[in-house]
């Protein structure tokens, strides 16, 4: 018997998205059909639909009418905002790379419910970072304590908020900024997805524990999370010197949904 390929939609047309396409496109996805893509730049939108024979579609409405069964955001928090309720009640489910969205509590608390009204689910990829499932086994046993430590280079932090003159000659380690997961999403919305994402998985975006420390000459990101209770400690550490390792998580993450076994 034939199996019918899930309907699939992405939602973002940048270096990430045309991860998943190049995946889809080298055999990687092959339980799903492209029928669409949605991004804020024509030119890039019809380049990457291309590549799958699909419509660059003008907005969600048009999105939406390719029924999908699964929408791939990979573009911003602002756009799993703006289509994460439409996508649900469409009857498509949502994979989501930019997790921060959720850390504005009740947007979480009102997606979830729209997803159970509409028998539909919201899927969070892993994006730079990992070990969720051990996280949450953790956080059944008991109160968990989590912390997380990032490290970036000065120059990642050009344009935000924690950069200051004189970052980019400093010598020594430097930590510029210690507080909860919920206020590092909400001073850099673009930079800490795998914050918000591991505070889910674990004690809640307010009392996650996150810092960041600016590292001279460094490339890349390290991320480092521990959770832990009495007799129990997991901690998981992980360096990326791309974003690629983002895309590549939702490809993982399709792969998985589509798959008789699942991990």
Known sequence: MIKEKKRLAIAGCGFLGNIVMDAWRDGLLPEYEVVGVLGRDPGRANAMAKKAGCPACRDLRELLETKPDYVAEMASVQLVKDIAEPVLKSGAS?????VGAFADQEFYEHIRS???EYGTRVHIASGAIGGFDVFR???LMGQVETKMVTHKGPGSLRNTPVFREGMMEDEEETEVFGGNA????RLLPTKVNVAVAASL???GTEKTKFSIVSVPGMVGDDHRITAQIDGVKAVVDVYSGTSAIAGWSVVAL???????IMF
């Open 137 to 139: 086994t953790i956080s």
């Open 201 to 203: 998985a674990t004690a």
């Open 94 to 98: 949502l994979v989501v790379l930019s």
């Open 114 to 116: 729209a997803a159970e």
């Open 254 to 260: 399709l792969q998985n949904l589509a798959s008789p």
């Open 182 to 185: 919920k206020e590092a999403i």
